[in-house]
């Protein structure tokens, strides 16, 4: 009787490890880079696992990511840039692109892990995707030698091991969502799909947005007016943008700038956490808005944007 004991509670133990094997296997066999996904979830990760959950797998990867994000923004936070000098110099913009990129892929991971919503977990990692690509186009554009990233060689496989983890994590989120993606392909299959309603706009705008887009014509409804004649509340967009993050405060009510008709030779950089900032002009040539940073000048392609979202420090 010991001996059946015994057996059953073997038998048991290894029936929940082939499971437990199982379900990392198949995931991490369907991503671009399998031996990254199995040596980062490994089975001591595996007793974390609530097999009951959906994107319990899914989740898991995402926080590897994270904990990956993570390690690298430490270590580029800890680069004394100053010390650089001759050619390397120039690598100090390149640096600070990639410290405010970890810093946004941070923030998406994060807010990717436990949401059910697959395309926004799905957009947000395809742009921390994006980030980790700007950060290396960033030494591209100074035109940096590959030499100076190879002297921080714990940063080049810090990078490269987060660049394959978010890849891995995207390629098992789609599998994670493929049944809701077929489940929702069932329900509009047969029926036509509206696009538009019967107002002329797309289904997804709200109420409120409609109304304000449709008091456009006869003259915008704004929170605040740019005019280089002096006759607004601002002379540049660049001051307005850093008067209505002050005024918001971290609401996230839409504020509109009407930007009269002119010229403005400027590079509006808006803060990550501004949110619904609406920008309206007075039509095409009207209202014009150009910049001129380029590489020639020490800016990369990330900071040379017309109209830029940046994580601004204080």
């Known amino acids: 009787m010991e001996f059946n004991a015994y057996f059953l509670v073997f038998f048991s133990l290894l029936f929940v490890l082939q499971y437990s094997s199982c379900r990392i296997t198949a995931p991490c066999s369907q991503t671009p880079y399998p031996q990254v996904c199995r040596h980062y979830i490994n089975t001591n990760l595996l007793s ?3 097999r009951h ?3 319990a797998v ?5 926080k590897v990511s994270m904990d990956q994000a993570l390690k690298a923004h430490q270590l580029v936070s800890s680069l004394n840039l100053n010390s650089l000098d001759g050619d ?3 690598a100090k913009g390149a640096w600070n692109d990639c410290l405010e990129l970890y810093e946004d892929t941070v923030d998406k991971l994060n807010r990717s892990i436990g949401s059910t919503n697959a395309l926004d977990v799905n957009t947000w990692l395809s742009a921390s995707l994006t980030n980790q690509q700007t950060c290396q186009n960033g030494f591209k554009n100074l035109n940096i030698p590959s030499s100076h990233l190879q002297s921080f060689p714990n940063y080049v496989t810090l990078s490269t091991n987060l660049s394959k ?14 049944s809701s993606a077929l489940h929702f392909s069932k329900q509009v299959r047969g029926r036509r799909r509206r696009l538009l309603s019967d107002d002329g706009f797309p289904e997804w705008v ?5 109304k304000l887009l449709q008091s456009i014509g006869s003259g915008p409804n704004a929170d605040m007016v740019v005019a280089q004649d002096g006759s607004g509340n601002y002379k540049s967009i660049s001051e307005a943008v850093d008067a209505a993050y002050k005024l918001q405060g971290g609401a996230t009510k839409r504020f509109v700038i009407h930007v009269k008709a002119g010229v403005y030779r400027e590079n509006i ?33 990330y900071r040379s944007a017309t109209f830029g979202k940046y994580e601004l420090k204080q």
């Open 48 to 50: 974390t696992l609530d």
């Open 53 to 55: 959950q959906r994107f």
């Open 58 to 62: 899914r989740d898991l990867a995402l």
């Open 88 to 90: 390397h110099t120039r």
């Open 165 to 178: 983890m978010l890849s891995n994590s995207l390629s098992i989120h789609k599998v994670s969502t493929s």
């Open 206 to 210: 709200s109420a409120a947005d409609r």
């Open 269 to 301: 950089e808006i803060k990550r956490t501004m949110k619904n900032i609406m920008f309206i002009g007075d039509g095409i040539d009207a209202t014009i808005v150009t910049g001129n940073k380029n590489a020639q000048d020490g800016s990369t392609t």
